[in-house]
T-cell receptor, first 108, second 115 residues
Framework: EDKVVQSPLSLVVHEGDTVTLNCSYE??????LLWYKQEKKAPTFLFML????IEKKSGRLSSILDKKELFSILNITATQTGDSAVYLC????????FGTGTSLTVIP | NAGVTQTPKFQVLKTGQSMTLQCAQD?????MYWYRQDPGMGLRLIYY???????DKGEVPNGYNVSRLNKREFSLRLESAAPSQTSVYFC??????????????FGPGTRLTVT
């Protein structure tokens, strides 16, 4: 059965902390892994990864994929209150599969 | 560009009633999707359409039907609503690229309550 598992389920940190969010997967015919940010509305796209070992960066966010071990991590450095959201991991194989998300709360 | 639009934004149905959720995208994408999102369950794919004229079942298709009316529009129909279909419904679109798909763009969602 295809599945995507995210951990932790929730996380509370203080502003300025660095966080690492995890996504592991077992998906047939893997093609790509995507990270989204969801703030009480529709998910917004962050990264798409298709190759192992290549880090994608956007400001304080970065992500890397390990296709051998079937996981990805999303790092957020110097967290801000605006980073508070649910972060979703999705894997595209024969169709899209989403994890349940990690809820991040950043306290001032 | 409006991106992906959905109507209605909110809907309350009684058990057994039918309704159609509408979705349209103006990005000329080939692929469109319908998801439902329930607390603690993440996003689950109901149906998708890889291109105009084709539709396929996703993870949770029971109780739903879809129509890819043209390249822009993809509708989701509940023929006989049940309380288990209370959820937030998202439509999305993407353009298929080599080796995978580009990012999906999501509509604002429809909050459906079935009593």
């Amino acid at each position: 059965e295809d599945k995507v598992v995210q951990s932790p389920l929730s996380l509370v940190v203080h502003e300025g902390d660095t966080v690492t969010l995890n996504c592991s997967y077992e998906v047939t015919n893997f093609r790509s892994l995507l990270w989204y940010k969801q703030e009480k509305k529709a998910p917004t796209f962050l990264f798409m990864l298709t190759s192992s070992g290549i880090e994608k960066k956007s400001g304080r966010l970065s992500s890397i994929l390990d296709k051998k071990e079937l996981f990805s991590i999303l790092n957020i450095t110097a967290t801000q209150t605006g980073d508070s959201a649910v972060y979703l991991c999705a894997v595209f194989g024969n169709q899209f599969y989403f994890g349940t998300g990690t809820s991040l709360t950043v306290i001032p | 560009n409006a991106g992906v639009t959905q109507t209605p934004k909110f809907q309350v149905l009684k058990t057994g009633q039918s309704m159609t959720l509408q979705c349209a995208q103006d990005m000329n994408h080939n692929s469109m999707y319908w998801y439902r999102q329930d607390p603690g369950m993440g996003l689950r794919l109901i149906y998708y359409s890889a291109s105009e004229g084709t539709t396929d079942k996703g993870e949770v298709p029971n109780g739903y039907n879809v129509s890819r009316l043209n390249k822009r529009e993809f509708s989701l129909r509940l023929e006989s609503a049940a309380p288990s279909q209370t959820s937030v419904y998202f439509c999305a679109s993407s353009e298929r690229g080599s080796g995978g798909t580009y990012e999906q763009y999501f509509g604002p969602g429809t909050r459906l309550t079935v009593t």
